[in-house]
C-alpha cells in the first residue's frame, strides 16, 4: 500500500504478481467500493471518496469460482480540507500522465480558456463534436475493463465509460473536479457510465 498521497484522499496499491484474480476493497463504515487489480505488479491509485474518516483496505485473492480469502488489509484515516482534491487524481480508470496525447492536447487548448466553465465547455463540445459510440465495442467489452484515454483520443470512438474517463482526465488536468460515476439511470438502458463536474461551486 501507497500512503504518500492520502493528501490528495487516494491510496496506492501495486507489487503484486499473481496468477489468480485480486480485487480490492474500500470500505468506510457500511459504504464500500470494490475494483479490480492489474495483477502486473504495476502501481494502481484509487479514491478514498467516502468524505473524512477511518477507511478500510483489503486485497482479495480468488481461490475458487467466486470465493476470495484476504492477502492483505490495511486502515487509513483521511482528513481532507477540500473534499473536492479526490477528484483531480489520476486513479485507475481515469487514468492521465503529462505525456499523454490526451492531456497534451487539453492542456493547450484549456490554456486557451480562463475559468473552470469556459474549460469545460470546450472539452465537452470537443467529446460531442468528435467521438463515435463504439456498439461493437459495447457487445464484447469484458469485466474489469478500464478505459486508456489515448486510445479513445487517437481512435476517436468508444463506448460510454471510455467518454466518461477521458472527460474526467481533461477536466481534472485542467484542475476542475469530476467524479467518473457507473450505475443505471432513467432513460438509460443497461449499465450506464457518465461524469460529474464541479465548476463555480
Not at 480485487?23 to 470494490?34: A, F, P, S, V
Not at 490495511?74 to 492521465?96: A, D, G, R
Not at 470537443?126 to 486510445?151: L, R
Request: glycine letters at 10%; a positive charge; charged letters at 20%.
Amino acid at each position: 500500500f501507497d500512503v504518500s498521497k492520502l493528501r490528495q484522499g487516494i491510496i496506492g496499491v501495486g507489487n503484486i504478481s499473481a496468477s489468480k484474480r485480486l480485487k480490492l476493497r474500500i470500505q468506510k463504515g457500511n459504504d464500500k467500493y470494490d475494483y479490480d487489480l492489474n495483477n502486473k505488479g504495476q502501481m494502481e491509485y484509487f479514491p478514498l471518496q467516502m468524505g473524512n474518516g477511518e477507511y478500510k483496505v483489503v486485497i482479495y485473492e480468488n481461490t475458487s469460482g467466486t470465493k476470495y480469502r484476504t492477502l492483505e488489509s490495511n486502515s487509513v484515516s483521511l482528513n481532507l480540507e477540500n473534499s473536492n482534491v479526490v477528484y483531480l487524481n489520476s486513479i485507475q480508470n481515469v487514468f492521465w500522465t503529462s505525456q499523454s496525447k490526451a492531456i497534451q492536447f487539453g492542456q493547450a487548448e484549456g490554456g486557451k480558456k480562463k475559468d473552470a466553465s469556459g474549460k469545460f465547455d470546450l472539452f465537452y463540445q470537443h467529446m460531442v463534436s468528435v467521438y463515435a459510440y463504439d456498439y461493437e465495442k459495447a457487445k464484447t467489452v469484458a469485466t474489469g475493463y478500464n478505459p486508456n484515454i489515448d486510445v479513445m483520443f487517437n481512435t476517436k470512438k468508444g463506448i460510454c465509460y471510455d467518454y466518461s474517463s477521458l472527460l474526467a482526465a481533461l477536466d481534472r488536468s485542467n484542475g476542475i473536479p469530476t467524479k467518473l460515476v457507473k450505475g443505471y439511470a432513467a432513460g438509460v438502458d443497461g449499465y450506464h457510465a457518465w461524469n460529474e463536474v464541479f465548476i463555480d461551486g
